[in-house]
């Protein structure tokens, strides 16, 4: 018996109806009338228990953490498939409480979302330019042909996470994917595929972009 089942109100009720009603012991008629009472009653303390744990992102569980995420940032954050509440609330409060507007945040968010590190360049930012005579400059090697005419500007390489897209499957043009042979091509939708897009990934760095800042993105696999 725990607190708040049917079993303990009905206990808890018992003992609230005067003694002289009943016989001492067993009282089929009082049981079964308390009973029901116990039974509504315990739905709603657990209810109420229920509802409590929804006040706090902390501890929401089920939709209402959807109905959070969708408070705080509209169709931006949402459920991916099958996944489940502590890996999406874990995801909420991220969100919430991710640094915005600098590049570690463009650069933590995007590893984050792939798994790899991607690559950016700062034309007026001397330590990804390099400079001539102090080792952090070589050609196809370190460092990169810097320029002040690119003021508040970056280049973004991304990287798609790896294991994207649909393996064994031919595309067009490939011989191994050719029609009436044993070949590996078949009809496809997106449903085949599981991952982030590259949507996604230029959503994400807009969401976390300093104003007035141009960023330019190249989305390599």
Do not use: C, H
């Not at 303390?45 to 509802?51: A, H």
Request: charged share 15%.
């Amino acid at each position: 018996m725990a607190s708040g089942d049917q079993a303990d109100i009905l206990g808890r009720l018992q003992q609230l109806v005067p003694q002289g009603w009943f016989p001492v012991g067993a009282a089929p008629l009082r049981d079964g009338l308390l009973t029901g009472v116990a039974n509504t009653l315990s739905f709603i303390y657990g209810l109420l228990g229920y509802l409590r744990l929804q006040t706090r992102i902390a501890t929401a569980t089920d939709g209402f953490l959807d109905l959070i995420a969708n408070d705080f940032f509209g169709a931006k954050i949402f459920r991916q498939a099958n996944q489940t509440d502590d890996s999406f609330r874990a995801q909420i409060i991220a969100n919430i409480l991710r640094p915005r507007g600098t590049r570690p945040a463009v650069s933590d968010l995007l590893t984050q979302l792939t798994g790899r590190t991607p690559i950016i360049f700062e034309p007026r930012r001397p330590a990804d330019t390099g400079a001539y005579g102090n080792g952090s400059l070589a050609y196809n090697t370190a460092g990169g042909y810097g320029s002040l005419q690119y003021p508040y500007q970056s280049f973004v390489t991304v990287f798609r996470p790896l294991g994207q897209g649909i393996p064994a499957v031919a595309g067009y043009g490939i011989p191994v994917g050719a029609y009436s042979t044993a070949s590996q091509i078949e009809y496809v939708t997106s449903a085949f595929i599981n991952g982030i897009s590259d949507t996604d990934l230029i959503a994400a760095i807009e969401s976390v972009r300093p104003v007035g800042y141009t960023i330019w993105v190249r989305i390599s696999s």
